[in-house]
């Protein structure tokens, strides 16, 4: 038996949806690329044990969010730009979801990097209480407080129109 049997096929099925969680997690499209990288490493590493028994998705998941954290402690990588760039003059005039959509992603980039998880897995994974705090390694509790805070954050650096 190949030690890796299956693993392409969970690298090929999963990849874009793991590479999604990456970018939202780190902001950044290379960064992204680069933690999809370290983590699918890991996963292979453990493959033989994950695919008998474990959760490889669960895995991957909980592992991207572990190592951006990790990586932002270390100040491996670098918060996106936080503040939208000045308007270089007259230009095309963006509609109101984009605008919308840039606002939001630079408020997401203040956010601690366990709010910005929370937040992921939350509302864009649509994940529970219970499986995110799973997927952090952290108490429910925690999961309520660091939403509640992310959420009120949110609220103050970006319109208002965002959330309704």
């Known amino acids: 038996m190949d030690r890796y049997e299956g693993f392409h096929e969970f690298v090929r099925t999963r990849q874009q949806s793991l590479m999604r969680t990456a970018y939202l997690l780190t902001g950044n499209a ?6 999809l990288q370290t983590v699918l490493t890991r996963v292979a590493a453990h493959w033989v044990k994950l695919s008998r028994g474990g959760n490889p998705e669960a895995y991957a998941r909980k592992a991207l969010v572990n190592q951006t954290i990790s990586w932002r402690r270390r100040k491996q990588i670098e918060l996106p730009e936080a503040e939208p760039p000045e308007h270089a003059g007259p230009g095309p ?3 109101e979801a984009t605008v919308r959509r840039i606002a939001l992603h630079h408020a997401l980039a203040r956010l601690t990097p366990k709010q910005r998880a929370v937040i992921v897995l939350r509302f864009y994974e649509d994940r529970t209480e219970h499986e995110t705090a799973q ?8 999961v309520k407080s660091q939403t509640s805070y992310a959420l009120s954050k949110l609220r103050a650096l970006t319109p208002e129109e965002v959330y309704r």
Not at 30 to 35: F, K
Not at 135 to 142: A, K, R
């Open 30 to 35: 290379h960064l992204a690329e680069d933690l």
């Open 93 to 95: 005039l963006h509609d």
């Open 135 to 142: 997927l952090m390694g952290v108490s429910i509790g925690t």
